[in-house]
């Protein structure tokens, strides 16, 4: 698919590969010196890898950062003949890190991104370490009324624009500076991307988080966890669930961006990223032995 010149382009080297015969467009940086796990972050629904433009340069001192464009969205492969799940989703995001010889590292993420590191965790508790989750989609019991409405627009691609637009208006604080722009930036990647498989992608993926809940999986995570949550954030309930999602994983920490809404990575980048990065940093023996043995055994 061809890009449009209006499209903000990330400023890191794009690669891409085959999973599962998807081609996926990624980036994969890394520092001189590794000094810890590499970290993984995952993008929010129908997003790409822009998303973290802004956050990642403040994360990458001393650790390798991948970022990838999930199947569906971004500038990664969308076929409109295959179902998309949480769990499909799962499943490339570990055979993407097989391909990458990533056996084990610190995954973080916001909305769906953050959903699907908790998942991740939940389901490979061996592979990943530390977890950064900010605004989680799924931090709400099922919400069977959305899934119905999602189920109503598949019928009708049409209604993207409308319901997109009513989505967005919740993403970013009204009196953020950068407001008006990445709304802007946004409806331009949409209208270069937008396709049946997109449409299938956006809506399907939709379905199963309004259709499955975080807290009933709380008991499997029990790496350490950073939620964070930005307080003007309070559509279909985000900052009860958030506080809920705290309270349930028995080791969990809440970091509170006053006068931020849903993306945080877009409005406070510095701060979410500093916040990550004392996290992902603070001691851990057990857990830094064990990446310098992996990381040895993988160089030899």
């Given at each position: 698919?061809?890009?449009?010149?209006?499209?903000?382009?990330?400023?890191?080297?794009?690669?891409?590969t085959?999973?599962?015969?998807?081609?996926?467009?990624?980036?994969?940086?890394?520092?001189?010196?590794?000094?810890?796990?590499?970290l993984?972050?995952?993008h929010?629904?129908?997003?790409?890898?822009?998303?973290y433009?802004?956050?990642?340069?403040?994360?990458?001192?001393?650790?390798?950062?991948?970022?990838?464009?999930?199947?569906?969205?971004?500038?990664?492969?969308?076929?409109?003949?295959r179902?998309?799940?949480?769990?499909?989703?799962?499943?490339?995001?570990?055979?993407?890190?097989?391909?990458?010889?990533?056996?084990?590292?610190?995954?973080g993420?916001?909305?769906?991104?953050?959903n699907?590191?908790?998942?991740?965790a939940?389901?490979?508790?061996?592979?990943?370490?530390?977890?950064?989750?900010?605004?989680?989609?799924?931090?709400?019991?099922?919400?069977?009324?959305?899934?119905?409405?999602?189920?109503?627009?598949?019928?009708?691609?049409?209604?993207f624009?409308?319901?997109?637009?009513i989505?967005?208006?919740?993403?970013?604080?009204?009196?953020?500076?950068?407001?008006?722009?990445?709304?802007?930036?946004?409806f331009?990647?949409?209208?270069?991307?937008?396709?049946?498989?997109?449409?299938r992608?956006?809506?399907?993926?939709?379905?199963?988080?309004?259709?499955t809940?975080?807290?009933?999986?709380?008991?499997?995570?029990?790496?350490?966890?950073?939620?964070?949550?930005?307080?003007?954030?309070?559509?279909?309930g985000?900052g009860?669930?958030?506080?809920?999602?705290?309270?349930?994983?028995p080791?969990?920490?809440?970091?509170?961006?006053?006068?931020?809404?849903?993306?945080?990575?877009?409005?406070?980048?510095?701060?979410?990223?500093?916040?990550?990065?004392?996290?992902?940093?603070?001691?851990?023996?057990?857990?830094?032995?064990?990446?310098?043995?992996?990381?040895?055994?993988?160089?030899?």
């Amino acid at each position: 698919m061809g890009r449009s010149p209006f499209a903000r382009r990330t400023p890191f080297e794009a690669r891409f590969t085959e999973v599962f015969g998807l081609r996926l467009r990624y980036i994969d940086l890394r520092p001189k010196e590794e000094e810890g796990p590499p970290l993984l972050l995952l993008h929010g629904h129908a997003s790409r890898i822009e998303e973290y433009d802004d956050l990642v340069p403040h994360l990458l001192s001393g650790r390798r950062i991948i970022v990838f464009d999930l199947p569906g969205c971004g500038f990664s492969d969308k076929p409109d003949d295959r179902s998309y799940t949480l769990e499909f989703y799962q499943d490339v995001t570990l055979a993407l890190l097989e391909h990458l010889g990533i056996r084990w590292g610190d995954v973080g993420g916001g909305s769906l991104g953050g959903n699907l590191t908790l998942r991740l965790a939940a389901r490979e508790p061996e592979r990943f370490r530390r977890l950064a989750a900010w605004a989680p989609a799924g931090a709400w019991r099922p919400m069977w009324h959305w899934v119905l409405v999602a189920a109503f627009l598949r019928r009708f691609p049409s209604l993207f624009w409308p319901a997109i637009w009513i989505q967005s208006r919740f993403w970013y604080s009204r009196d953020w500076a950068g407001r008006e722009e990445a709304l802007k930036d946004a409806f331009r990647y949409y209208r270069e991307v937008f396709c049946p498989g997109f449409f299938r992608m956006y809506c399907e993926v939709g379905q199963d988080q309004a259709r499955t809940s975080l807290f009933d999986i709380t008991a499997k995570i029990r790496q350490p966890v950073l939620l964070a949550w930005g307080d003007r954030d309070h559509a279909l309930g985000m900052g009860k669930g958030v506080r809920l999602l705290h309270e349930r994983l028995p080791h969990s920490r809440l970091h509170i961006f006053p006068n931020a809404s849903h993306s945080l990575a877009n409005e406070r980048p510095r701060e979410l990223a500093a916040a990550i990065d004392q996290f992902l940093r603070e001691p851990d023996p057990v857990a830094r032995a064990s990446f310098l043995d992996q990381h040895n055994q993988a160089e030899r």
